[in-house]
């Protein structure tokens, strides 16, 4: 749909010997809200700033436009930068933090006719780009307020508005969210992604929130140890994760051992279950993604699995209850209570299940046992009735 | 903040020995022994070049301090930790000294028989200047000037200058001067925007704590002034201690000093608001 912009080839960097990006390869479209995701110390933010200019690879290439931009610094790339903590200059107003990067620019002498000389852009020039982005900003009628007498959410437009304002054809920023309170978030993600439309530059966007990574972007980047786990647009991150990181760092995930049979055949708890995956070799061992909210709760003779409750929270919208099923611990999140200690049934529909290969992750995620260590004594793996259990999966598996 | 108590032994020693004598101050400046007077003001007229000469040589001294003090600060909060740490320890090391010993020092360094100028002699500096000027000197005077009390004054409370600065600009957070640059500032406007009106306050502490007590100085220039160049601090000592004892006059110079000061500490506070204020505008 859209032009390569900026193409990052064969990055490594490294601090004080650590690795920290390791041989990373990525292209970015024009126009497009892309979002870095990953954990601290991921290189998501090294990432950012080699992009920006900031830091310089120790090998690698960084191509803008297809050209080589590595030994291009900061200020004369076509790239801003929105900061973490906004770094709004602290001596200047609102008017003047915006307008500072305007009243650094030289645009070629009207007055002269061979276009070498450059002059400063006009005051009156510079007052109107000015209005105009704290418009687009919604900060209007803010010009002469210091920074330190902003909220945190108007100081964070005005770190927008000061990157927007030079029309750069990037903009990045680095965790901008991190700073304000869960409602102000959510309200500035939908404003962000609304300016990234209006003004139609490319976003590139440094974040470790999954949700926030899932309601802006249009390509998401999962980065883990100076590594892509996977790039995919929001759904395809959620609904077909790569690897156990991936679906553990993005929603909540069970994540249990598994061995696909054939196609369209996984076997988990020694049990066989209908499943939409192929692709893999017989008898593959699988790790076997269910997310929370695909698990629904049945009464005991109709489950494919039987399980005992040993922990419930209230969530608002639903309940998180953890079952234990033969030791290993669940999170299932469903609108009706069920008791602690409480056995159920569940079911899962075969495009609940997604399969995925074993990784160096693999067993590392996807477990919540750490969620109810008090309830641990009343899930007795000994006791629980396998045949019960084995005859109503085959029972339901009948009604497949 | 539970145990106000703590402070009692602080306040009480505040009260005694800081309160008790400026009040005391105020009330010798007005009374000439016998009633309360303005006599010890009107006479004051007299001593305008002493007043003059004080506050010039400690302008100059603060001035100087600031354009060596700053850059000094501005590098030592680059460098790294180990860096930091001999270099702050090299500023620091003269004032583990006896200000007294380190005063006196410099008048072996500047005698005309001194460090300086049997140096100049052995490189033939001096023969230089002379074949060059057609003078005859012997070697050069520097100390007993008014070069010498600066000098002194310089040497003495240059530390306090570069301290403030440097703790200003080590606190300048790098994202902004990063975030300046990537709108497009080279270094000379990241100083001159940024970095410079940030460190004003800094710089204003410098001031206050390098032009106070050199307008106040006796010591500096009674042994590197030798006795040739009065400021107020001799001026005021002579009344307390010296042959001419006039405490209640002494008492008068000194609160005119301290308003002058103050009055000096009150604008420069306020031009360095002007300052960031002009900076917005």
């Known amino acids: 749909m859209s ?39 991921c290189g998501k933010t090294t990432t950012l700033r ?10 690698g290439d960084v191509l803008f436009d297809g050209v080589r931009i590595n030994d291009v610094p900061p200020y004369q790339r076509q790239i801003n930068t929105v900061f973490q903590k906004y770094a709004l200059f602290p001596n200047m107003n609102v008017f003047e933090n915006v307008a500072f990067g305007l009243r650094m620019k030289r645009i070629p002498d009207p007055a002269d006719p061979s276009g070498k000389r450059t ?19 919604s900060l ?45 978030r959510k309200d500035m993600q939908i404003e962000l992604k609304k300016i990234q439309q209006q003004v139609g530059i490319t976003f590139v966007y440094v974040t470790h929130d999954q949700e926030e990574a899932l309601t802006m972007s249009d390509t998401i980047v999962v980065m883990d140890k100076g590594s892509i786990q996977q790039i995919g647009t929001p759904e395809d991150i959620y609904n077909e994760p790569k690897n156990a990181f991936v679906a553990d760092f993005i929603g909540e995930s069970n994540i249990i051992d598994g061995l696909m049979l054939q196609d369209k055949l996984v076997k988990i708890y020694g049990k066989t279950f209908p499943c939409v995956d192929g692709g893999f070799v017989l008898n593959e061992p699988v790790d076997v993604v269910i997310r929370p909210e695909d698990i629904d709760i049945v009464p005991v003779e109709q489950g494919q699995l039987v399980g005992t409750v040993t922990n419930v929270t209230f969530k608002g919208m639903q309940y998180d209850i953890i079952v234990d099923f033969r030791g290993f611990k669940w999170l299932i999140q469903t609108t009706d209570h069920s008791p602690v200690g409480a056995k159920i049934g569940v079911k899962i529909d075969p495009d609940g299940f997604h399969i995925m290969k074993k990784s160096e992750y693999s067993g590392k995620f996807g477990d919540y046992s750490s969620y109810s260590e008090e309830y641990d004594e009343l899930s007795d793996v000994e006791a629980l009735d396998e045949t019960e259990e084995v005859a109503a999966a085959e029972g339901s598996g009948n009604e497949e | 903040m539970k145990n106000k108590g703590l402070a009692v032994p602080y306040v009480a020693w505040l009260a005694i020995f800081v309160v008790a004598p400026l009040i005391l101050v105020l009330i010798y400046a007005f009374h000439d022994g016998s009633r309360f007077t303005l006599d010890n003001f009107r006479v004051m007229g007299t001593y305008a070049a002493v007043f003059g000469r004080s506050f010039l040589l400690a302008a100059i001294a603060t001035l100087i301090c600031i354009l060596i003090g700053y850059p000094v600060a501005w590098f030592l909060a680059r460098e790294g930790a180990g860096m930091r740490r001999i270099a702050t320890i090299l500023i620091m090391l003269p004032m583990w000294m006896n200000f007294l010993l380190r005063t006196y020092s410099w008048m072996s360094i500047l005698e005309n028989t001194g460090l300086l100028n049997t140096l100049f002699q052995k490189i033939g500096l001096i023969s230089l200047v002379n074949g060059i000027f057609g003078t005859n000197y012997t070697y050069f005077s520097m100390i007993n000037t008014q070069g010498a009390i600066v000098l002194g004054m310089v040497y003495n409370y240059l530390p306090f200058m570069i301290l403030p600065i440097f703790t200003v600009i080590e606190k300048i957070d790098p994202r902004l001067i990063e975030a300046a640059q990537d709108l497009g500032a080279n270094s000379a406007v990241v100083f001159r925007k940024l970095i410079f009106p940030l460190s004003v306050p800094g710089i204003l502490s410098g001031v206050t704590m390098v032009f106070v007590p050199s307008v106040a100085t006796f010591a500096i220039s009674r042994l ?58």
């Open chain 1, 3 to 41: 032009k390569e912009l900026i193409r990052l080839r064969d990055l490594c960097m490294a601090f004080d010997d650590e690795l920290v990006l390791d041989h990373l390869n990525l292209y970015i479209n024009d126009k497009e809200f892309l979002t870095l995701l990953g954990p601290s110390g």
């Open chain 1, 50 to 59: 080699i992009i920006g200019g900031f830091t310089t690879p120790m090998s």
């Open chain 1, 119 to 137: 002059v400063k852009l006009a005051e009156a020039e510079i007052e109107k780009q000015v209005l105009e982005m704290l418009e687009i900003v």
């Open chain 1, 140 to 184: 209007k009628g803010f010009e002469h307020r210091k920074p330190d007498a902003l909220s945190g959410g108007q100081q964070q437009r005005v770190a927008i508005a000061r990157a927007l304002v030079n029309r750069p054809k990037v903009l990045l920023l680095d965790e901008p969210l991190g700073a304000l309170d869960l409602k102000l």
């Open chain 2, 224 to 281: 590197l002034g030798g006795g040739m160049v009065t400021l107020l601090g001799d001026l005021i000592e002579a009344q307390f201690l010296g042959g001419a004892y006039n405490p209640y006059l002494g008492s008068a110079i000194s609160l005119v000093m301290m308003v002058i000061v103050l009055v000096c500490m009150a604008v420069m506070n306020r031009f360095g608001e002007g300052e960031e204020e002009a900076m917005l505008l």
